[in-house]
């Protein structure tokens, strides 16, 4: 395993601290999901949204107000964090049907999941929880925007 010189490390770990605190405090703006259909109070395990306009449409203004700031621009990462249009990548090339249907379900609950409770790794908060802050609706929307930039990046 090839050693980084600590030097580089801590050269490395302020960039990216600075990079965050330009930031500052960032609150969480408010998704309208007015016009979707609700979904009720069970989660899903799909994204019910799949091909819907409107949610495709709330779902782009939700992620640039919310999400480009770390996950980038119209869903291209500059590095901070996942390139999100590469979620589901490895369900498209899959020929079998069923397959990818179940594929694209595992994702799906990947996403919810992360995005409800957020990631954490060693104490540190790489992306904070969004339950409680979003609704279903608007969770789905922003996947359904994922899914459509998805098709751009392919």
């Known amino acids: ?73 119209d869903a291209v990462s500059g590095g901070i964090a996942p390139d999100l249009r590469l979620l589901d990548r490895d369900c498209v090339a899959i020929k079998n049907e069923a397959k990818k249907k179940a594929c694209y379900k595992e994702v799906d609950g990947y996403y919810l999941s992360s995005l409800r409770q957020g990631k954490v790794r060693n104490g540190a908060v790489y992306m904070p929880p969004f339950e409680g802050v979003f609704n279903q609706e608007a969770m789905w929307a922003i996947k359904t925007y994922l899914e459509d930039r998805r098709t751009d990046a392919n």
């Open 1 to 73: 395993m090839k050693r980084i010189p600590l030097g580089l490390a801590a050269i490395a770990a302020i960039s990216v601290s600075l990079y965050a605190a330009a930031h500052g405090n960032v609150t969480p703006q408010s998704v309208d999901t007015k016009g979707l259909p609700q979904l009720g109070e069970q989660w899903r395990d799909e994204n019910p949204y799949k091909g819907n306009k409107l949610a495709l449409k709330i779902g782009g203004s939700a992620y640039t107000q919310n999400c480009a700031r770390c996950h980038g621009l």
